[in-house]
């Protein structure tokens, strides 16, 4: 019905997780043309609290591929933070009550910080998902020619999570892999 409208094509990938799509609160970052845009956004409202045209086919893919590099290189900051403070002998819920107030908060400790510590790596999002979105992120900075040198290190744990069979994991599961590198378990 859209088509006989004349609507275009879209890409519109989203944020949220789990919570976000059960909840109607996703974050909808929307590629193609304005009128096409504007024709749909009804339907996107529906199912987000946001969505927001990026520009041209393809920018909400490129969106999307920015989004998963923040949350890749955070959730790897926790993982280490939780893990230097657990090695120095503080108890992991604080270090997440602690740094959820100040500067270092973010949807990370928000979302699962606390999970984390719990050692519930149930997936909302699996480490297999977002090593596959890591891929095309790689892709993407060679294709532009961007060097992504934090982005590659984050890479190479969510490959080695991979490669210990933890790919169902949530990608908070990450945690897991630097606690293997310490020797300890950031946990409660």
Same mark, same amino acid.
């Given at each position: 019905?859209?088509?006989? !409208?004349? +609507?275009?094509?879209?890409?519109?990938? +989203?944020?949220?997780? #789990?919570?976000? %799509? $059960?909840?109607?609160?996703?974050?909808?970052?929307?590629?193609? #043309?304005? #009128?096409?845009?504007?024709?749909?956004?009804?339907?996107?409202? +529906?199912?987000? !609290?946001? %969505?927001?045209?990026?520009?041209?086919?393809?920018?909400?893919?490129?969106? !999307?591929?920015?989004? $998963?590099?923040?949350? %890749?290189?955070?959730?790897?900051?926790?993982?280490?933070?939780?893990? @230097?403070?657990?090695?120095?002998?503080?108890?992991?819920?604080?270090?997440?009550?602690? @740094?959820?107030?100040?500067?270092?908060?973010?949807?990370?400790?928000?979302?699962?910080?606390?999970?984390?510590?719990?050692?519930?790596?149930?997936?909302?999002?699996?480490?297999? @998902?977002?090593?596959?979105?890591?891929?095309?992120? $790689?892709?993407?900075?060679? #294709?532009?020619?961007?060097?992504?040198?934090?982005?590659?290190?984050?890479?190479?744990?969510?490959?080695?999570?991979?490669?210990?069979?933890?790919?169902?994991?949530?990608?908070?599961?990450? @945690?897991?892999?630097?606690?293997?590198?310490?020797?300890? $378990?950031?946990?409660?």
């Amino acid at each position: 019905a859209l088509a006989a !409208k004349g +609507v275009k094509s879209l890409d519109a990938p +989203v944020s949220g997780g #789990d919570v976000g %799509a $059960q909840n109607a609160a996703l974050s909808i970052m929307v590629g193609g #043309d304005e #009128d096409t845009f504007n024709t749909v956004k009804p339907l996107f409202d +529906v199912m987000g !609290k946001s %969505a927001i045209l990026c520009g041209p086919l393809s920018s909400g893919q490129t969106v !999307k591929a920015c989004n $998963q590099i923040l949350v %890749a290189v955070t959730i790897a900051g926790v993982s280490e933070a939780l893990t @230097l403070g657990a090695k120095a002998g503080v108890d992991p819920l604080k270090i997440v009550q602690v @740094l959820s107030g100040g500067l270092a908060r973010c949807g990370v400790l928000e979302n699962r910080g606390e999970r984390m510590v719990n050692g519930d790596f149930d997936p909302g999002f699996r480490i297999r @998902l977002h090593y596959k979105d890591l891929n095309i992120v $790689q892709k993407t900075g060679n #294709d532009f020619g961007v060097p992504l040198p934090v982005t590659s290190e984050v890479f190479e744990l969510f490959k080695t999570a991979m490669v210990k069979g933890r790919g169902e994991l949530d990608h908070s599961g990450l @945690l897991t892999v630097v606690e293997d590198m310490s020797d300890i $378990q950031a946990r409660t």
